[in-house]
């Protein structure tokens, strides 16, 4: 009986082959996460600078001139100002030319006797014709001068419809100055007085005066 016999049973247990580092041995335990390793600092986060607030203008921001700015100006601003005093300025000419009317129509019935006209009939119609046109333009004065008056009166807190019919009313105003040329100049003022009205309302611190919010 030899030990030297591979299938010998009495002989000593066949060598294992080396096995691979780890191989069959329980795995290494990482290091829970935070515990017993040196944490990386906390990254301080950089304080946002806070913007400071736009400075207010009573006026309105300097950038832009007349007072607007584009929240609308805090002050009715000088140009829509002075349109309101002029559109002012139009409707007191029509309540003057109004009552130059009144006046007129009051001395008609003299003038027409002076005139030889009674007791003429054809003559009598035209004279009534005319009165007629007279007592057209005395109510169409007289409207004119009530509208200026309310929309004088709508200037502080009127919208944008204010501005518009500014316009209108001026443009319509500058025909009325057509008809009045002869009245001791009287219609050449007041067609200045409605094309500086116009330009007034039309300019852009007016429209942005009309414009702004409301609250």
């Not at 309105?60 to 002050?75: I, K, L, Q, T, W």
């Not at 130059?100 to 027409?112: N, P, S």
């Not at 003022?189 to 942005?208: F, Q, Y």
Request: aromatic share 12%; proline share 13%.
């Amino acid at each position: 009986m030899s030990f030297g016999e591979p299938n010998n049973p009495y002989g000593p247990p066949p060598q294992q082959p080396p096995t691979a580092p780890g191989h069959g041995q329980p795995p290494q335990q990482q290091p829970a996460s935070g515990y017993g390793v040196p944490q990386a600092p906390p990254y301080q986060q950089q304080p946002y600078p806070q913007q400071p607030y736009p400075p207010q203008y009573p006026g309105g921001d300097p950038r832009f001139p007349g007072g607007y700015h584009p929240g609308g100006p805090a002050e009715m601003p000088r140009p829509t100002r002075v349109a309101q005093i002029l559109v002012g300025v139009i409707a007191l000419a029509h309540a003057i030319i109004a009552g130059a009317y009144v006046y007129f129509l009051t001395q008609w019935d003299e003038v027409m006797t002076e005139a030889g006209i009674t007791g003429d009939a054809e003559a009598e119609r035209f004279a009534d014709l005319g009165k007629g046109v007279v007592v057209f333009f005395l109510a169409l004065a007289t409207v004119f001068a009530i509208l200026g008056l309310v929309l004088l009166l709508q200037y502080a807190k009127g919208g944008n419809t204010v501005r518009v019919c500014s316009i209108v009313y001026s443009s319509f105003a500058i025909v009325t100055g057509i008809f009045m040329l002869a009245y001791w100049g009287l219609g050449l003022l007041l067609m200045a007085v409605s094309i500086v009205a116009i330009v007034l309302s039309a300019k852009r611190e007016s429209a942005a005066w009309f414009q702004r919010p409301r609250y």
